[in-house]
């Protein structure tokens, strides 16, 4: 397992399907400044791209060091690692406002992070210190930071596409410009929540992206084994009258770009898209499982086109000097190693707070 260059991890698993093999190269065609709007906006430059770069190395680095920490039995539970979907999370949140709001499953670490959350938070939270994102209450698959907008991790397949369609639609009622935005797996496109959402956010035209982090994988089953249509999300979409796209996943400038254009049709009032982002997973499905199943030239295709590798070649032809690259390197590195070993000296809970949150006062009186 590479950890200082953030290369990609090979030892236990990835492989799209035949069919969804990645195009060669042309995805990494460099776009120096022609790309992107962090912050829901503003033209991306060369030194915005080095640090959505940066954003997505600490990613990498801060997955790295769940995996070892999980091997060393400091996580409580099971982990669901996103290595590899950096840039779908770091690209979208950097079209995005302040004050969107999004939602993940539980393969969340990056949106969390990509949200606003520290990776301290993170790791102390799935080790289950009380300096934890949810004070040791929802461990690594519920990780949630509401102050940022980033309104919950879900572990029920699905369940939580009709739950941001309300959150679009407290947004349209209150006029306040915001949008709502579900990321799902591929799997999740033949569960009834996804049909159910699509169809009331058309119905509605509310201001609500669903985009499907297609890895070619529903847990162990190949997406395309079960599915009657190529694109599981993007091709269901027409059914409901909804605008979508299949992107490159990988390409951090590519995600930004059709989330913008998405985000800014939402808010104009144009309703719903639907946005399927081809993307890998480095590990397994969660750490139980070595990902024996994919073939292992599909994993080394999909591995020569890591997000980070990708967004380097970007950053080279913007002529971004690879000392700073470095640097940005170097400083994720120091930002994971001080996170980690903050959450290892970090307090367990406090069992005084064990029945805090239930409701949205922060008590737990029962009420009739």
């Known amino acids: 397992m590479e950890t200082d260059t953030l290369g990609a991890a090979a030892d236990d698993g990835a492989s799209p399907a035949a069919d969804a093999s990645p195009a060669a190269d042309d995805g990494a065609s460099p776009a120096a400044d022609d790309g992107a709007s962090p912050a829901g906006g503003a033209s991306l430059d060369s030194g915005g791209l080095l640090g959505l770069y ?51 499953t539980y393969r969340g670490h990056h949106h969390a992070m990509a949200r606003g959350a520290t990776p301290e938070e993170c790791l102390a939270e799935l080790m289950s210190k009380g300096t934890g994102l949810c004070k040791a209450k929802g461990g690594s698959m519920h990780l949630t930071k509401a102050s940022a907008g980033m309104l919950g991790s879900y572990a029920i397949v699905g369940a939580h596409l009709p739950i941001a369609a309300g959150a679009a639609w ?15 797996g591929d799997g999740a496109t033949n569960i009834g929540a996804f049909h159910e959402a699509l169809n009331i956010a058309a119905v509605w035209a509310l201001p609500v992206l669903f985009i499907c982090e297609n890895n070619l994988y529903m847990e162990y089953t190949p997406i395309g084994d079960v599915t009657a249509v190529a694109n599981p999300a993007a091709d269901r979409a027409p059914g409901y009258g909804i605008p979508a796209d299949v992107i490159d996943g990988n390409d951090v400038v590519v995600v930004q770009e059709a989330v913008a254009a998405a985000a800014e049709l939402a808010r104009s009032g144009g309703g719903p898209t639907v946005l399927e982002a081809l993307t890998y997973r480095h590990f397994g499905h969660s750490r139980t499982d070595p990902g024996a199943y994919r073939p292992a030239e599909e ?26 690259v470095t640097a940005a390197d170097e400083r994720a590195k120091r930002t994971v190693a001080d996170a980690v070993a903050a959450a290892k000296a970090a307090p367990g809970p406090d069992p005084g707070d064990a029945l805090t949150d239930v409701w949205a006062d922060g008590g737990s009186a029962w009420r009739t």
Do not use: C, N
């Open 54 to 104: 940066e954003q997505m190395a600490v990613i990498r680095r801060t997955e790295q060091a769940a995996h070892d920490l999980f091997l060393a039995g400091l996580v409580k539970g099971t982990t669901h690692l996103a290595a590899g979907h950096e840039a779908v999370a770091v690209g979208a949140s950097a079209a995005l406002r302040p004050d969107d709001y999004v939602f993940a």
């Open 170 to 184: 407290s947004a349209r009622l209150r006029g306040s410009g915001q949008v709502a935005v579900a990321f799902f």
């Open 299 to 324: 994993v080394e295709q999909w591995l020569r086109r890591d997000p980070l590798e990708l967004a380097r070649a970007r950053l080279a032809a913007a002529g971004v000097p690879a000392d700073s």
